[in-house]
């Protein structure tokens, strides 16, 4: 199965980012986005439900049975939803490419707080992420990795 980017941005390695959590592949494999600083469209990285949905993140369960976690930034959570535009409802069942959250990266701004998004095959193997597009620069809805369904 393939997981599509979320955002446009430059990708590189989970294991880089400045989360233990995220870093240690301890959510499950993927890839780390560093996103295009302007007004940007979150879109769904697959078909599938929304099982849960906040400003700063959402987690989904593709039509594969393969359970997908999108984070924008790291400790963002401390902004209350300030400078997320929550576009979809959580419990509803998306295509990828479907809106889900509109941000600017450029305005996210606060003590450690980083804008680097994380796509996450949930509850995988370390390591399992197939031919992640690391170093690449992306757009929203070119392949990131793909996961064995």
């Known amino acids: 199965m393939k997981v599509l980017a979320p955002c446009p941005g ?3 390695p ?6 233990p959590v995220f870093a240690g592949e301890i ?4 890839v780390a986005i560093e996103p295009t600083p302007v007004l940007t469209t979150v879109v769904a990285p697959a078909d599938g439900k929304i099982l849960k949905l906040h400003p700063h993140a959402f987690a989904m369960l593709t039509s594969e049975g393969i359970g997908l976690l999108v984070h924008l930034g790291i400790d963002t959570v401390k902004l209350g939803g300030v400078g997320f535009e929550v576009l979809a409802e959580e419990k509803s069942v998306v295509a990828a490419g479907d809106p889900i959250v ?4 450029a305005e ?3 003590d450690g707080v980083s804008t680097t998004v994380m796509v996450v095959a949930m509850d995988r193997p370390a390591g399992s992420a197939i031919d992640p597009a690391i170093g690449q620069v992306v757009l929203a809805g070119d392949t990131l ?3 064995d369904a």
């Open 10 to 12: 430059r990708v590189f």
């Open 14 to 19: 989970i294991t880089e980012v400045n989360d």
């Open 27 to 30: 959510v499950g494999p993927g």
């Open 102 to 105: 509109r941000w600017n990266p």
């Open 108 to 110: 996210i701004t606060g």
């Open 145 to 147: 990795f793909s996961v």
